[in-house]
């Protein structure tokens, strides 16, 4: 059985407006070095335009934030470097060709469980998507039982 799970208590990093924001602020400083405690560069740009907090302020951002960067498909980690993918860059120098729909439907078919986000990936086996995964339970249980619903409860 495979574990799904997102970035706890974080979901407000998740809306597409934010999402945007955060692109917009992470391709200005791509490629660059992690930043450390003294010199958190990503903290200072992205509080220009984010509406989040990226707290605590006794981290840095990319040490607390990783997993919802790499859970958003915007930024990995790679030499030590930050990294922005391809979406980031388009949303950034895009934002406005790209809608929800657009971003969902690359998002649907690209994150997957498990994970190289997460602590402990292995590559080796069966990779689930979890937003297919998941349309696919709801058409299912409305086919076998009528039901038009779900809660997290059911799948998770």
Request: glycine share 8%; hydrophobic share 40%.
């Amino acid at each position: 059985m495979v574990l799904w799970r997102f970035d706890q208590g974080r979901l407000d990093y998740f809306q597409f407006d934010e999402i945007k924001r955060i692109a917009r602020e992470l391709t200005k400083i791509n490629g660059i070095q992690k930043p450390n405690a003294n010199d958190d560069i990503l903290r200072e740009v992205l509080f220009r335009h984010s509406l989040r907090p990226f707290a605590p302020s006794g981290y840095t951002v990319w040490r607390n934030y990783k997993r919802v960067f790499g859970c958003t498909l915007l930024a990995t980690e790679l030499g030590g470097r930050i990294i922005c993918t391809d979406l980031c860059l388009t949303l950034a120098d895009s934002a406005d060709e790209i809608d929800v729909d657009d971003y969902l439907g690359h998002f649907a078919t690209r994150f997957y469980y498990p994970s190289p986000v997460f602590d402990g990936y292995n590559n080796t086996g069966f990779q689930i998507f979890p937003v297919v995964a998941t349309i696919k339970f709801l058409l299912s249980r409305y086919l076998e039982k009528g039901k038009n619903n779900i809660t997290i409860d059911d799948i998770g």
